[in-house]
């Protein structure tokens, strides 16, 4: 069964940097990942999970939120199978739960639309402290 096990999450000072990993396993992934969209979603307590960048299978198209352009890079490794988000002058702001997802590429640049993805990791925390 497939499964995205996400690492690198921890606590920094506002203007820090982390670089978080998605590592994808499991049956369709482990055949098949270079086929898929990934995203990062984060979740702040008491708000509603957001989009906050996709990219394409192949890794030739992103999108971002404007919340975090110029600051966070999407990047994918498809022969490990791996999906990275470097973060840069991190802000309180951006402390959250953060997840990745995964959907089987169609058309078009990857969505920010959480109910487009069927596959989810447990998600890492990024805690940005002033």
């Known amino acids: 069964q497939g499964r995205l096990v996400e690492s690198g999450g921890g606590s920094v000072q506002a203007g820090g940097s982390l670089r978080l990993a998605c590592a994808a396993g499991?049956?369709?992934?482990?055949?098949?990942?270079?086929?898929?969209?990934m995203a990062w979603f984060r979740q702040s307590a008491g708000k509603e999970r957001e989009g906050v960048v996709s990219?394409?299978?192949?890794?030739?198209?992103?999108r971002y939120a404007d919340s975090v352009k110029g600051r966070f890079t999407i990047s994918r490794d498809n022969a490990k199978n791996t999906l990275y988000l470097q973060m840069h002058s991190l802000d309180p702001t951006d402390t959250a739960m953060y997840y990745c997802?995964?959907?089987?590429?169609?058309?078009?640049?990857?969505?920010?639309?959480?109910?487009?993805?069927?596959?989810w990791g447990q998600g890492t925390q990024v805690t940005v402290s002033s």
């Open positions: 997802a995964a959907v089987r590429c169609g058309p078009g640049i990857p969505s920010l639309v959480e109910a487009v993805y069927p596959y």
């Open positions: 499991g049956y369709p992934f482990s055949e098949y990942f270079s086929r898929y969209c």
């Open positions: 990219i394409s299978a192949g890794g030739e198209s992103t």
